[in-house]
């Protein structure tokens, strides 16, 4: 079992950062992959960023790259979402997720467990 926690959420302005953080219990953090995806009101939760237990291998969604960096720190089991340039549209709850696997997918449908979410908000 593998319990998560995600912090960090907000109010911003266009134009401005924020920080995501998500702390993992339970099994061995550092083992696994570890990724970021979002859900804005009305649509489906969409993938914004993966990585793998080493931190050597990662993913972005698009929509995201050159904007957010996704990173971790193993010894103190948490993985982060550094949010710059933000825009409205990235108005969404964000959640963290954890794969049990060697590989850092896309899919939502890859990942084992999922934090409670954090809240987003970009107002223009």
């Known amino acids: 079992q593998v319990h998560l926690v995600e912090s960090g959420g907000g109010l911003v302005q266009a134009g401005g950062s924020l920080r995501l953080s998500c702390a993992a219990s339970?099994?061995?953090?550092?083992?696994?992959?570890m990724a970021w995806f979002r859900q804005a009101p009305g649509k489906e939760r969409e993938f914004v960023g993966s990585?793998?237990?080493?931190?050597?291998?990662?993913s972005y969604a698009d929509s995201v790259k050159g904007r957010f960096t996704i990173s971790r720190d193993n010894a103190q089991n948490t993985v982060y979402l550094q949010m710059n340039s933000l825009k409205p549209e990235d108005t969404a709850v964000y959640y963290c997720?954890?794969?049990?696997?060697?590989?850092?997918?896309?899919?939502?449908?890859?990942?084992?467990?999922w934090g409670q979410g954090t809240q987003v908000t970009v107002s223009s």
């Open positions: 997720a954890v794969h049990l696997g060697s590989t850092w997918p896309r899919s939502a449908s890859e990942y084992d467990y």
């Open positions: 990585i793998s237990w080493s931190g050597g291998g990662r």
């Open positions: 339970g099994r061995t953090f550092s083992a696994y992959a």
